[in-house]
């Protein structure tokens, strides 16, 4: 598409526009300051389909010295009809000079037929000094939309959208940092109504970001899964001569295999997390999140720090009692029905009340120590038995992901992840529930999941996550 | 024999493994590019041709991992087909092992012959179950890990490499039976404990050669050879058989052999090998990685516009300059609005001469200001001006060009002292607000200009009495 609409993101200095910029352009690599002037150089941003563009946005530098602009241009215009002219003979004029640049940088896109984005602090008085720029973004004749963008606490913007609405066509209200994805896409929408050639490209533009979305949400259930059947199946291995498995002491190899195991583990969780990240193109998150381990030795999940990490123990019973019951419904068919489905409902209670009376502790990996084979013995630790240390993982994995699929590229905050603290799994259905622990169990017995198993556990995978974000919607 | 489908699915496993370590964004690129460009040459995108496509733009390099992992099914393949050599002659010759004394039992034979139909079927049906109780064997002597899409298709191979050795074993042992036929005197008869009379084992031979009655008829027994070749082995001899009837047996042999011996051997081989190809096409199409790649080349690569990167680009906001004292000062100048509606009371005595520039103002009242202050100033020995300003505002280029302007207009001696006012007026600004402006003053070069809190407003004494 060679008639691309391109939007210039204009304004004062220091009002957001970057940030305006990088959450809809989702790069987060875009250098936001608090400083006025951090950018210096108009930057386009363009969404390409196939390597088409469907629309590009410009970031600029802020107004400096709109004021004396506005006398050249009045000094230099004679009627209304060649304002737009008179501006692009300002840039023409001005582009080597030095008091100027940030002006040029910025009306040389709406020279060349940008669609003007105006950008204002709406946490900040209104102020006629504003004024100035706003006429000559006027001058330029373009298509134009006010964005109310707040950067402090403070709400000025009834007082912003009175003064705004004599020059912009369109006035809308946009957090850079918070505005939910939807907005976003409204937003853009907002874009495509400036003038009628933009409409389509910026539906098709919607279109596309909303399946992107949806699809980072299936891929990031994919990685949630595999990371999952990795941790719960791992097994830490040391090989041992049989001078050494003599001479160890059985409790300090034990010790080294934990620590190693637990290492591992972090480890692949930390991979997880980058991993989630870069699928939503957040590549410069600093993260603050309790390490995977046990708070003091074999507590960790009690049942009061396991509610922090939303699961409880009733969750397990019922998950529990699914697993079993499957377990059971396979009695039936081996006796081709004689049990009269008894099976069923005998594994459900075992699993249930195993689930239950054994949820208060997590039952510690072993350390096994193998026989001599060839002259070497050896040693192993894992895979964990307790599929509660899963669910743990799950929960945590799943709040990681809820944080950054709604987190903007504008943030630069550190991520805090603090533990949920509600039992949300809860509302997962059965046939979830059921998948997810059917894979627990497989994994525990170091069984592979085959490629049906793991399309269904990402699936269930998934709707945990559509629960989760469900429930902070309501939450929240 | 081709393992055209294997060597696909075996290339297709490597390629997804190795893609593991690229970053998504990069496949979905790569992939998206590769299925428009097929589109545009009215082509359908198939596992094949985008690994030959990919092969092409990298290059041929060293051994692929087909090769490796099929080369070692090759070798397991050849070994049974020597073995399968060599145990087919030694079979052969101890079953047509002939001391002179006793015949070569047909029964014998034809009981072997019923094992080998029994191995072959059992080794198809363990195929198409997909037991590997040879599995630890393997693991021990395989040169090295066998790729896992491999492993999926042990079975299938070692079932293809069992039928192959029983066809050089069943190809060797007719060979050796037809040399023996040559250069011995072979004398067959058919003996069993059974009670048993001719006419049945007449029926059983002639139900068993039924297959070839059409093709070699004589090769199936008639009544009187078998009525005439049954022997005892108490028997001591049997002076009224014409000996060259012991020897009529064997086209019988030799076509058992080859129907039951041979044949089944060759169907099942191809059964196999068919199977094999269909298991390695159907793993194929349900390869994970191909969804992936199915997904990737289906999905539009959407850039956002990520690209670019000045992250690093970061504003120095280290700031040498430190606030200074409020100078003494009759002589306010509100900047863009600062100051309203109205000033502290502590920058607004009764002789204060209160002067409005920037914001809404234009460039000729800015210069009148100017003037104003000048002419105030001319008449003071130490001239210090107050600049009031909006805290939260970023100082432009319009302020540091009135300041500049200033500086040629006011005695040389006069300063200016840059005060950051909050909405209220009546708090001091926040620390990242007053640095900005710390750092405009610092970036004009000059000692003129400086930046200065407002006073704090005063306690209400009274106030403070009544506490």
Redesign the interface.
């Known amino acids: 598409m060679d008639n691309a609409p391109v939007f210039a993101v204009v304004g004062h200095p220091n009002k957001g526009k970057s940030s305006v910029v990088a959450t809809l352009s989702q790069n987060d690599a875009i250098a936001i300051a608090l400083e006025p002037g951090t950018t210096r150089q108009r930057q386009a941003y363009p969404l390409t389909v196939d390597g088409r563009t469907l629309y590009t946005l410009v970031d600029t530098p802020g107004f400096q010295r709109p004021r004396r602009v506005l006398e050249w241009l009045d000094a230099h215009s004679v009627s209304a009809s060649d304002r737009a002219e008179t501006v692009a003979a300002f840039v023409t004029q001005h582009r080597d000079d030095p008091r100027f640049t940030d002006e040029c940088e910025l009306l040389a896109p709406l020279v060349e037929g940008a669609g003007i984005i105006y950008v204002v602090d709406g946490s900040v008085p209104y102020s006629a000094e504003h004024e100035a720029e706003m006429t000559i973004l006027r001058w330029t004749g373009r298509p134009s939309l006010a964005l109310i963008n707040s950067i402090g606490p403070d709400d000025y913007s009834t007082a912003w959208q009175a003064a705004l609405g004599q020059f912009f066509q369109v006035i809308r209200k946009f957090d850079a940092v918070r505005a939910h994805f939807e907005q976003h896409l409204s937003l853009l929408r907002a874009f495509g109504q400036l003038e009628p050639a933009w409409e389509s490209p910026l539906d098709q533009a919607t279109g596309f970001l909303a399946d992107q979305r949806r699809q980072r949400k299936t891929q990031a259930a994919r990685l949630i899964a595999k990371a999952l059947e990795d941790i719960m199946s791992y097994q830490e291995k040391r090989t041992l001569t049989t001078n050494q498995a003599t001479e160890t002491n059985e409790r300090a190899l034990a010790d080294t295999l934990r620590r190693s195991w637990y290492q591992h583990q972090r480890r692949r969780e930390q991979t997880l997390r980058v991993s989630v990240e870069h699928l939503y193109q957040h590549k410069r998150i600093q993260r603050q999140e309790a390490e995977l381990e046990w708070h003091s030795d074999h507590d960790l999940f009690s049942e009061d720090s396991r509610r922090v990490w939303a699961v409880s123990r009733r969750y397990l019973a019922t998950a529990g009692f699914g697993a079993g019951a499957v377990g059971g419904a396979g009695i039936d068919a081996l006796t081709f029905g004689s049990s009269l489905g008894t099976g069923a409902l005998v594994g459900g209670i075992l699993g249930a009340a195993g689930s239950y009376f054994y949820g208060d502790r997590l039952a510690l990996p072993a350390l096994k120590i193998g026989a001599l084979q060839d002259g070497l013995k050896t040693a192993t630790f894992g895979p964990v038995q307790d599929s509660q240390f899963g669910y743990v993982v799950l929960g945590r994995a799943v709040d990681h992901w809820w944080h950054i699929s709604h987190r903007n590229h504008a943030g630069r905050d550190q991520l805090d992840l603090a533990p949920a603290d509600s039992h949300w799994l809860e509302n997962l259905d059965r046939k979830s529930r059921q998948d997810i622990q059917r894979v627990f169990n497989r994994c525990r017995k170091r069984r592979t999941p085959d490629d049906r198993q793991r399309v269904v556990f990402a699936a269930a995978i998934e709707q945990a996550m559509t629960v989760y974000d469900d429930w902070r919607l309501n939450r929240t | 024999m081709t393992d055209t489908a294997i060597r696909l699915l075996l290339e297709f496993d490597d390629k997804v493994r190795r893609d593991h370590e690229q970053?998504?964004a990069f496949l979905h690129r790569r992939d998206?590019?590769y299925a428009?460009d097929c589109q545009q040459r009215d082509m359908t995108p198939s596992p094949g041709h985008w690994l030959a496509h990919l092969e092409r733009l990298s290059g041929q390099g060293g051994e692929s991992v087909a090769d490796a992992a099929l080369g070692t099914w090759r070798r397991i393949m050849t070994g049974f087909i020597l073995a399968g050599c060599a145990l087919g002659v030694l079979t052969m010759l101890g079953l047509l092992f002939y001391e002179g004394g006793q015949r070569i039992n047909v029964t014998v034979i034809l009981a072997f012959v019923f094992l080998q139909c029994l191995l072959a079927g059992f080794t198809t049906l363990q195929a198409f179950a997909g037991w590997q109780p040879w599995r630890p064997l393997l693991t021990r002597f395989a040169d090295q890990k066998s790729p896992a899409a491999l492993g999926k298709l042990q079975p299938q191979l070692m079932a293809r490499a069992a039928h192959i050795g029983g066809l050089a074993f069943g190809t060797c042992g007719l060979l050796t039976l037809l040399v023996m036929v040559v250069v011995q005197d072979l004398a067959f008869g058919w003996s069993t404990t059974l009670n048993t009379d001719s006419h049945r084992f007449l029926g059983l031979v002639q139900t068993i050669a039924a297959p070839w009655q059409w093709l070699w008829p004589g090769a199936v027994p008639d009544a009187s050879l078998v009525e005439t070749t049954r022997f005892f082995r108490a028997q001591t001899g049997n002076l009224t058989l014409n000996p060259a009837r012991l020897g009529d047996w064997w086209p019988f042999v030799a076509m058992v052999w080859t129907f039951y011996v041979l044949l089944p051997r060759l169907v099942l081989a191809v059964i196999a090998n068919g199977h094999l190809q269909l298991k390695a096409r159907r793993l194929l199409n349900?390869?994970?990685g191909l969804t992936a790649l199915q997904?990737r080349m289906e999905?539009?690569?959407?850039?956002?516009?990520?690209a670019?990167?000045?992250?690093?680009?970061?504003?120095d906001?280290s700031t040498n300059s430190q606030l200074k004292p409020l100078p003494e000062s009759d002589t306010v100048i509100c900047w863009?609005?600062a100051g309203e509606p109205e000033l502290p009371d502590a920058l607004n005595g009764p002789d204060t001469l209160v002067l409005r520039a920037?914001?809404?103002a234009?460039?000729q009242d800015d210069t009148l200001t100017l003037e104003k202050a000048a002419n105030h100033l001319a008449h003071i020995t130490r001239p210090a001006v107050i600049v009031v300003t909006?805290s939260?505002?970023?100082?432009?280029?319009?302020l540091q060009?009135f300041l500049q302007h200033a500086r040629e207009l006011w005695p040389p001696t006069s300063h200016v002292a840059v005060v950051p006012l909050t909405?209220s007026g009546q708090e001091e600004p926040p620390t990242?607000q007053v640095q900005?402006w710390l750092?405009f003053t610092e970036r004009l070069g000059t000692d003129f200009a400086c930046v200065s809190l407002p006073p704090l407003f005063p306690q209400n004494p009274y106030r403070q009495g009544e506490l």
């Open positions: 970053p998504p998206r590019k428009l349900r390869h994970p997904y999905t539009p690569a959407l850039e956002t516009g990520n670019h990167n000045d992250a690093q680009h970061q504003p906001t863009a609005g920037g914001g809404r234009s460039l909006r939260w505002e970023p100082p432009t280029g319009e060009d909405t990242h900005q750092r």
